[in-house]
């Protein structure tokens, strides 16, 4: 099993960054996917993820209408749209692919890659 991410760098405020997650080793298609982000000196935060059921997508408050979390099955592939980065989004992006979440807790197969890093900076 393997996640790998993927478009991390540095850019200045206002830019855009596309994040990419490649996966392997599992049904990639029955995963429900997700974005993390660990800033420095802060604990691990959710940034954007599919629901466990349907295709619907939520987004974190501080990134709502900026990043746009889509997946294409046939690629194995989840991706994180950045637009209008902040200095404050400045972090270590992960993956994570979970088989069953109960509640907001990943009670069955959980999967992370290994991390991209954004920085936003002038």
């Known amino acids: 099993v393997q996640l790998m991410e993927s478009g991390g760098g540095l850019v200045q405020p206002g830019e855009s960054l596309r994040l990419s997650c490649a996966a392997s080793?599992?049904?990639?298609?029955?995963?429900?996917m997700r974005w993390y982000r660990q800033a420095p000196g802060k604990e691990r935060e959710l940034v954007a993820g599919?629901?466990?059921?349907?295709?619907?997508?939520t987004h974190a408050d501080s990134v709502k209408g900026r990043f746009t979390i889509s997946r294409d099955n046939a690629k194995n592939t989840v991706f994180l749209q950045m637009n209008r980065l902040k200095p404050e989004d400045t972090a270590v992006y992960y993956c994570?692919?979970?088989?069953?979440?109960?509640?907001?807790?990943?009670?069955?197969?959980?999967?992370w890659g290994q991390g991209t890093r954004v920085t936003v900076s002038l």
């Open positions: 994570r692919a979970c088989r069953e979440y109960s509640g907001s807790s990943c009670v069955r197969s959980s999967y």
């Open positions: 080793g599992f049904t990639f298609s029955t995963y429900v």
């Open positions: 599919f629901s466990s059921y349907g295709g619907s997508t």
